[in-house]
């Protein structure tokens, strides 16, 4: 052991890892200089081969502050030479994007969050180095069908390739380093391929470069840990949850691709975490929404939801049911998420549908807006788990009505702010709060607690 405990053979393991990493460097830029190749090409290369190299660190480092010490220079190296113009075979790139400085501390968080699971770390960092390379290279070459994320174009034929290899990323480590049922590894890999496939699909600037290892660790963590029956209900779940909100947005044009699949993402979320009563909000919301657009919007109107917006208005109720799942406390964060979720329909019907309608719709104002967005959000569990504390859905009605109220006064100053691709600050803030004033009251004992697995 060394004088800070880490074993000797870690710096051994280390300094090849380092040799292996610089080696990457120096030939894509030499390869840059000297082959005039495509800067996408240098790019892959640094970025398929440092991947493979880091698939070695289990098994040549067991010291979480080793590899922290490899990636946090290596980052802060790619940092530099994209603010100071060096380094141009990873950022000689024409679009935007930050996903080289995001891989090494992607690939340290992975490695922290896996102690003694080897297979979860490969799957992991394969699915980081092989499945968006190939699906970079593929996409971009031979894409046909191609759709729009905000500023970003990207291919039907890229994201099924990264489906597929992903696929293979996850089943082989799966299968080969743990004892799990053979249909469990299966299943499990197809259903956490298809959401990194989705949260690669969506994510802007390099930012899947985070999101897609970290999504790996966790839900194929999770998931493994459950009976096959488990597993094959939750594919049978996200698939039919992709099927209908697919059939919807393609009826109605009311989503753009990059949109349905953030709300697809948003309400597997909500059924996988929480339980069908969770998801009931976000699919009864989600209908309304679509019958009052239908109803009252001007045709035309809603079809390009931007990403970053439905990702900020999803954050506030999706925070309250990751605390709810974390700390094993649903009946505290039910009534919560319900007045986070109505706060969020509030605003989006007040700006998308209702500001744009004719005149007879306008009179409806923010407390009708607040009203309509609480029935639509608490209809599914009244129903479905009475009895219902009324003093804490009256509680839901007020912070809605509230929180809205107080948007239209700000939004009537910001013309900016009165559109639904854009989630102000505003109303992020005010979807927290009214989901911060339940969780106060019910902490004092003003308010009884909505628990969405009794019935």
């Not at 039907?156 to 390739?161: H, I, K, N, T």
Request: charged residues 10%; aromatic residues 10%; hydrophobic residues 60%.
């Amino acid at each position: 052991m060394t004088a800070l405990g880490i074993p000797p053979g870690d710096l051994w393991g280390a300094a090849i890892l380092a040799g292996v990493f610089l080696s990457l460097l120096v030939i894509a830029e030499l390869w840059r200089r000297l082959g005039s190749p495509k800067p996408e090409h240098t790019r892959k290369l640094v970025h398929l081969g440092g991947g493979i190299a880091c698939l070695f660190f289990p098994f040549l480092v067991s010291s979480p502050w080793v590899v922290l010490a490899l990636s946090l220079p290596l980052t802060l190296l790619f940092v530099a030479g994209a603010k100071l113009g060096f380094l141009q075979s990873l950022h000689g790139v024409s679009r935007k994007s930050r996903g080289a400085e995001y891989y090494p501390l992607a690939v340290f968080l992975a490695f922290l969050m896996t102690p003694g699971q080897p297979w979860l770390y490969l799957s992991a960092v394969l699915v980081l180095a092989v499945g968006d390379a190939f699906a970079a290279i593929i996409g971009s070459r031979y894409g046909v069908v191609r759709y729009e994320v905000e500023t970003e174009t990207k291919s039907l034929e890229g994201s099924l390739v990264f489906l597929v290899i992903a696929f293979l990323a996850i089943h082989l480590p799966t299968l080969l380093l743990t004892d799990l049922p053979r249909p469990v590894c299966v299943l499990a890999a197809l259903l956490v391929a298809t959401l990194v496939t989705g949260f690669e699909a969506i994510s802007l600037e390099g930012a899947d470069n985070v999101f897609v290892p970290l999504a790996v660790v966790i839900i194929l963590g999770k998931i493994t840990t459950k009976p096959l029956s488990e597993v094959v209900f939750q594919n049978l779940s996200l698939l039919a949850i992709c099927l209908a909100v697919a059939l919807v947005v393609w009826r109605f044009r009311s989503f753009n691709v990059a949109g349905a699949i953030t709300f697809i993402l948003f309400a597997y979320g909500t059924w996988s975490l929480g339980s069908w009563v969770w998801a009931l909000p976000v699919l009864v919301g989600f209908a309304g929404y679509l019958i009052a657009w239908l109803r009252f919007a001007p045709p035309g109107h809603a079809t390009g939801i931007r990403v970053r917006a439905l990702a900020r208005a999803f954050l506030p109720p999706f925070a309250m049911l990751a605390l709810a799942n974390s700390l094993d406390r649903g009946a505290f964060f039910f009534a919560p998420f319900l007045a986070a979720s109505a706060a969020v329909l509030a605003f989006s019907l007040d700006a998308s549908v209702f500001k744009l309608a004719t005149r007879s719709a306008r009179t409806l104002g923010s407390l009708g807006v607040a009203l309509l967005a609480t029935v639509l959000v608490t209809a599914g569990p009244m129903i479905a788990r009475p009895p219902v504390p009324l003093a804490t859905l009256l509680a839901v009605l007020v912070t809605t009505a509230l929180s809205t109220r107080v948007n239209t006064a700000i939004e009537r100053r910001d013309l900016k702010a009165q559109s639904s691709s854009v989630w102000t600050p505003w109303r992020f803030l005010l979807s927290f709060a009214a989901a911060g004033a339940i969780l106060g009251m019910q902490a004092l004992g003003w308010l009884i607690a909505w628990n969405p697995e009794l019935g």
